[in-house]
């Protein structure tokens, strides 16, 4: 079992469709989680950052964190053909290690 | 101001062959990280190099080597090339290990 278990879709949603991105994790140690997005042949970007448990709102997006179910969650508003892309969670803070530890990525295709 | 910045774009290589990746980090950052990801996966970490000398690894064997320079950028190193070393290799920096990592746009290596 992978520490860090991602569907790699695809998720195909209309514009303007809430969406839903989820990672389930085995090491209760992580207690930072990060989503990333990542265009094809790019770079992953840092989309949000959460401390331990709890909800954090930045724009259109909604990152949830349940420790005690150890659950993570991505909420996308009012989706847009721009947000097509893989979105990767990744969490860290073990023994004192700052690396992440990635997901496989979710592909989202949000069609006009 | 340039974000970090990696060369080649991408290059096919027979097995046994070796490679060298370059990575210029963002300006003001210290700390340069390696990661592999295979097509359909999430980065995999291989080591971090921070004021010259490496300071974590990761799960990658003997045949992944680096060096980081006195102006911060860094090479990956990776001999007798295997076709499971077939990957997008991203270079991330940071000012410190703790610190947000901003990752390059990869180097696509192609193993025959």
């Known amino acids: 079992q992978k520490e860090v278990e991602q569907d790699p879709g695809p998720l195909s949603v209309p514009e303007g469709a809430i969406v839903s991105l989820n990672c389930t994790y085995s090491?209760?140690?992580?207690?930072?989680f990060m989503w990333y997005r990542q265009y094809s042949r790019k770079g992953p970007e840092l989309l949000m950052y959460?401390?331990?448990?709890g909800n954090k709102e930045d724009g259109r997006f909604t990152a949830q964190v349940d420790k005690s179910s150890k659950y993570i969650s991505l909420f996308i508003r009012d989706s847009q053909p721009s947000d097509s892309a893989t979105y990767l969670c990744?969490?860290?803070?073990?023994?004192?290690?700052?690396?992440?530890?990635f997901g496989r990525g979710t592909s989202l295709i949000v069609h006009p | 101001d340039a974000g970090v910045t990696q060369s080649p774009t991408h290059l096919i290589k027979t097995r046994g062959q070796q490679v060298t990746l370059r990575c210029s980090p963002k300006?003001?950052?210290?700390?340069v990280s390696w990661y592999q990801q295979a097509l359909g996966q999430g980065p995999q970490f291989i080591f971090q190099?921070?004021?010259?000398?490496?300071?974590q690894r990761g799960n990658f064997p003997d045949r992944f080597s680096g060096h980081q320079f006195p102006n911060y950028s860094s090479e990956l190193n990776v001999n007798a090339l295997l076709l499971g070393d077939s990957a997008l290799y991203l270079c991330?920096?940071?000012?410190?290990?703790?610190?947000?990592?901003?990752f390059g746009p990869g180097t696509r290596l192609t193993v025959l």
């Open positions: 991330a920096s940071s000012l410190g290990g703790e610190g947000e990592q901003f």
């Open positions: 090491n209760s140690a992580f207690q930072y």
């Open positions: 959460t401390y331990s448990s």
């Open positions: 990744a969490m860290t803070g073990t023994g004192g290690s700052y690396i992440p530890t």
């Open positions: 300006s003001g950052h210290d700390t």
């Open positions: 190099y921070y004021e010259e000398e490496e300071r």
